[in-house]
């Protein structure tokens, strides 16, 4: 056997992403190792190993260029259409939400507010609301993402969204077609369709037996905890005069400030940061301010543009940032 001596140095630098922010390259020392004998044959292998770990390396990043926001509610989702979990549980395993008094949620419930061209209303409150009609649901495309409330999407709990019920509420949806129901909490805005009532989670459409199809008629009811009993809301048919009069009540209260921001770009460094504010307030009369923030233990130093009163105001803002060349903003809220 004809034995070479081969000397190996392996040097390997890693680049660490954590939750798309990426830190600085780290520089390992090189690890010598002794010169070993190994057999001829064994070349190959020895020189694929290399090869790969010698693959791994990616160069380090320039500390100038933006960090991908790590801010919740970035509305740059993964998927362009929304689908069903591959792996889907046993939803009769899943625990339904036990109703209870709860406090406004901070976030999404300003009134009035504006989505698409059109104005709803939050009601001043749930009790007493019952209506029937369509519900459809939502699943992979949001799952993680954040919530109107601001709490984030979580697709395998019972949970839901509604345009004019306050955040968060409690109801039983019961479908008009089979009779299942299942009691869920509401924190999020929307189904913005005019022909739709409430948008449930995936968990939620798998129980009342509606997911395959989409969309189906329901109930909804609302749940009034009140210490440890709770009170649903009478049956009766969506539109009630209670209800229209909630509307009415709910528009006539002054809203809350806005909470709504583009957030247009994230640095590690300060200056860099300032620089984009001071190119940002040359071509915009829009409010611009850097949030300093922390991602793990790396300053983080975000430019926001804001606050703006309604939600048309930022989407105009929107496109003319994108159209000047500052790519795509993020829809963000404190």
Not at 133 to 141: D, L, P, Q
Not at 142 to 170: I, K, V
Not at 206 to 223: A, D, F, N, P, W
Request: glycine share 8%; proline share 11%.
């Amino acid at each position: 056997m004809h034995l070479i001596p081969l000397p190996i140095q392996v040097v390997t630098v890693m680049r660490i992403d954590v939750r798309r922010f990426s830190l600085p390259a780290l520089a390992l020392p090189a690890l010598a190792l002794p010169a070993l004998a190994l057999p001829a044959r064994a070349l190959p292998t020895i020189a694929a190993l290399l090869a790969l770990l010698t693959g791994c390396v990616t160069p380090p990043a320039d500390d100038k260029t933006p960090v991908t926001p790590v801010t919740p509610g970035s509305d740059r989702y993964s998927q362009d259409q929304d689908t069903a979990p591959e792996k889907r549980p046993d939803v009769s395993t899943i625990p339904q939400p036990e109703p209870r008094p709860e406090p406004r949620s901070r976030y999404g419930n300003h009134s009035p507010y504006t989505v698409f061209g059109e104005t709803y209303h939050v009601l001043p409150s749930a009790e007493g609301y019952t209506a029937e009609g369509i519900a459809s649901w939502y699943g992979t495309k949001f799952h993680g993402h954040r919530t109107s409330s601001g709490e984030p999407y979580d697709m395998y709990q019972f949970t839901a969204a509604h345009r004019s019920l306050p955040l968060p509420t409690f109801a039983r949806v019961t479908s008009l077609e089979n009779g299942k129901s299942v009691i869920v909490r509401i924190n999020d805005r929307g189904p913005f369709h005019p022909d739709r009532e409430i948008d449930l989670s995936w968990a939620a459409a798998s129980k009342l037996g509606i997911e395959q199809r989409g969309t189906g008629r329901v109930r909804v009811e609302v749940i009034t905890p009140e210490g440890n009993h709770h009170r649903s809301a009478s049956a009766t048919r969506a539109g009630s005069s209670s209800g229209q009069q909630g509307i009415r009540a709910a528009a006539d209260s002054p809203p809350p400030p806005a909470e709504l921001y583009l957030q247009i770009g994230a640095f590690g460094q300060p200056d860099t940061a300032q620089g984009l504010v001071n190119r940002l307030l040359g071509q915009f009369a829009y409010p611009v301010a850097i949030r300093p923030g922390r991602n793990q233990d790396t300053p983080i130093y975000r430019v926001w543009l804001g606050p703006f009163a309604t939600e048309n105001d930022r989407e105009q803002a929107h496109r003319l940032v994108s159209e000047a060349g500052y790519g795509e903003p993020v829809r963000v809220m404190p």
